[in-house]
């Protein structure tokens, strides 16, 4: 039996990181957590061939299924695949399971008061406190980074009214969350807010606005996706790296898998007649005649 026989599930982080995945791409996402949760270190190994055994998937179909179930998932100084909730999981239930076996080993039970610091006794023999003696003020809890209350955190109410509605309701208490995580790791608010109109910028474009395509607000930050919609870069920068086949392919299908959305901001999506995609990917997947397209609008998506 593995050590860690259970592997808790926070419900409403998990619906948030899943909401815009299909039934078959969150069943592929379960079976690698609890893979992950089995082995040592907690992650996964970057070999394709390996996933795709313990998927009990073809390599083909693991091909179409990996770009939106990897998304969740962060590559390691080791090369490995690892989940920040997942680890972060695994080291609680770790910690907990070792302070009770060293419990264990004295036998469950506290220090004699005499092995103890006598002077930090105040009680009486009794064990209450003292009537005659003051109780110390208790502190006034600062709000935590993680726990937000209320509209008071900074450019989040602005962020709110920029992002794209959805099919459902807003999920304030976890967004709030991410979005002082994003803070925390150094982002700065303006640039969540810009990239948050971008983003509604294109799911009205391509009709996704009020429907299960728009990305839940609190998956949007904890995947960084403002970074999707950084300003392009000028006219004098130089060109684009060349990119290969495989690259291209794999981009092309993540951008069907997610409804159109396509984050490589150096080029316009493959159904746009400025598309830099190569003439011949464009074949494979039957968009050959995207250039033959006129120009209906200005800009990059």
Partial sequence: MSPLPTLPLLVDAFIADTAHMTVEEVGAHIRLLVFAWRSPGCCLPDDDARLTRMLG???????????????????NSEGNFTHDRLTHEH????????????????????????FQDQDKATGSENGKQ?????????????????????????????FRSAYPKRNTTFPSTQAQRRWLEARKRGAKPEEIIAGAKAYAAEQQRIGNVGTKYVQTADAWLHQQRWRDHAPAASADAPAPAPVADETWRERIQNWRARGGHWPWRPSPPPDDPRTLVPQHILNEFGLGAARDLPVLMTGTR
Wanted: net charge positive; hydrophobic share 30%.
């Fill in 57 to 75: 998937l073809t390599a083909k179909r693991w091909a179409a299924l990996k770009p939106s179930v990897m998304a969740l998932w962060q590559r």
């Fill in 91 to 114: 080291q609680f239930v770790t910690s907990k399971i070792e302070k009770k076996r060293a419990a264990g080993r004295l036998g469950g039970r506290p220090k004699s008061l005499e």
């Fill in 130 to 158: 003292n009537e005659s003696e003051r109780k110390p003020p208790t502190p006034t809890p600062t709000e935590s980074p993680l726990s937000p209350s209320g509209e008071k955190i900074g450019g989040f109410a602005e």
